[in-house]
């Protein structure tokens, strides 16, 4: 039997302005989550340099795999405890474990310790994007599904950029890499008592006493024999191996291909893509709503134009003679991962029941990471052994070009879509 879903924001003023709410008391806890990535990413020569142990590239690539792994493997199961109990708790525990976290990471002083630290990481992480998520899409039904996602996602890259300028924190005698890990800690520590006090989840939502005792094999089973769910875990899976690439590594690529420093090289990888990766997220968001008022398919043909823009964009990025050459075909891969981001939770509502979207996503996040992961500690393998970036990003570009196949073989579920559109 289908669960009841949660009544369409339009329905009251108030439910209305609670659906924004949790979107804007969601958007710190997503910036806070991208932040430390991208910190590390961009702090890359300051942590390999106090800390000796860590060796060669491909070490330095294995630990960043590290966190996705452990991220990857237990996000399904993060999922799945925010589609049986409470999406709220789940996504504030997840906060405070993350923050207790990032403030130990400003205090290893080992490789060994190193990777504990991004293995607690990605256990703590695993339990909020599939959360987050799904409570967004509950209180979000149809007409601003897309914006309100797009808007979470927004502030995901907003951590991105901001992490982005953490090569110059860590340059900075004053400050230092350390420091930005302990003050992010605290943060997040303190951050997390107004969230569990104001956060809640959606009323009628499929969750908690409402949610059918649905065992953790049946919902695997229910989402792997759904055939449009599996075209779209490949189709989220395979842009990120070269997504995973451009943040964790582009400020190393730049640093190295022409010469810059590392504040300059953090800034260049960082701060252009995921600006237009903003304008992407809300202009491909506007677009996929006003779209599905026509479409049922509507989110899938924002989404794979989007897709579109990535492929040539990461060739690109792999043969560019210069900075801004490169800067501006991050622009254009920025522009169209916005289109692809905000638009992944939405299609999977039109495919997936409600009581399963977490799970769905988690089992999302754990293919396309654990990709990722492989990804990141190959192209530092890669890099040993002295394989040319436009051969790495031209075989990214090739897998991505599948992807836009895959999204437009995905066909809407009938009932699902009424729901959605009010019908």
């Not at 002083?109 to 799904?134: C, D, K, N, V």
């Not at 090569?167 to 004053?174: E, F, I, K, R, T």
């Not at 730049?254 to 252009?272: N, P, S, W």
């Not at 939770?345 to 992961?373: D, F, H, K, W």
Request: glycine content about 12%; overall charge positive.
């Amino acid at each position: 039997m289908e669960q009841p879903q949660a009544p369409t924001p339009s329905a009251s003023p108030t439910l209305a302005r609670t659906a924004w709410l949790v979107v804007g008391l969601l958007m710190p806890v997503a910036l806070l989550n991208y932040l430390d990535r991208q910190m590390l990413a961009s702090m890359k020569y300051s942590v390999m340099g106090d800390i000796p142990s860590i060796g060669t590239e491909e070490n330095w690539g294995f630990m960043l795999g590290q966190f996705k792994w452990v991220y990857a493997f237990l996000s399904p199961i993060g999922g799945y405890v925010a589609d049986r109990f409470s999406r709220r708790f789940t996504i504030c525990g997840s906060l405070f474990v993350w923050s207790a976290v990032t403030w130990w990471t400003g205090h290893v002083g080992s490789y060994t310790e190193l990777l504990w630290a991004r293995s607690l990481m990605g256990i703590s992480e695993a339990f909020y994007i599939p959360a987050a998520l799904a409570l967004i899409a509950d209180y979000h039904i149809g007409r601003t599904r897309s914006r309100a996602v797009g808007l979470h996602q927004m502030a995901i890259y907003g951590g991105v950029i901001a992490g982005g300028f953490g090569g110059y924190m860590a340059d900075a005698p004053a400050l230092g890499w350390r420091f930005a890990f302990d003050a992010c800690g605290v943060f997040g520590m303190l951050y997390a008592v107004p969230l569990v006090l104001l956060l809640r989840d959606a009323p009628g939502s499929a969750t908690a006493a409402t949610a059918p005792k649905i065992s953790p094999a049946h919902a695997a089973r229910q989402l792997l024999t759904n055939v449009f769910f599996v075209l779209l875990v490949l189709y989220f899976t395979l842009p990120a191996l070269a997504g995973w690439v451009v943040r964790d590594w582009m400020p190393a690529i730049l640093k190295q291909q022409f010469a810059i420093g590392q504040g300059k090289a953090g800034v260049a990888a960082t701060l252009y893509w995921q600006v237009a990766a903003i304008a992407g997220a809300l202009g491909g968001g506007w677009l996929a709503d006003r779209w599905m008022r026509r479409r049922d398919r509507g989110r899938i043909y924002v989404s794979a134009i989007g897709m579109s823009l990535i492929v040539p964009a990461i060739f690109g990025v792999g043969n560019a003679g210069s900075l801004a050459t490169a800067v501006a075909f991050l622009l254009l891969f920025g522009l169209g991962w916005g289109f692809f981001d905000c638009n992944n939770m939405p299609i999977l509502c039109q495919i997936v029941r409600p009581e399963l979207r977490a799970t769905g996503y988690g089992i999302m996040n754990m293919v396309s990471i654990s990709c990722g992961g492989l990804a990141d500690w190959g192209f530092g393998v890669l890099r040993d052994r002295q394989v040319p970036i436009n051969v790495i990003f031209g075989m990214f570009a090739g897998v991505a070009i599948l992807s836009v196949v895959l999204v437009l073989l995905i066909r809407p579920r009938k009932e699902l879509v009424a729901g959605e559109r009010g019908l």
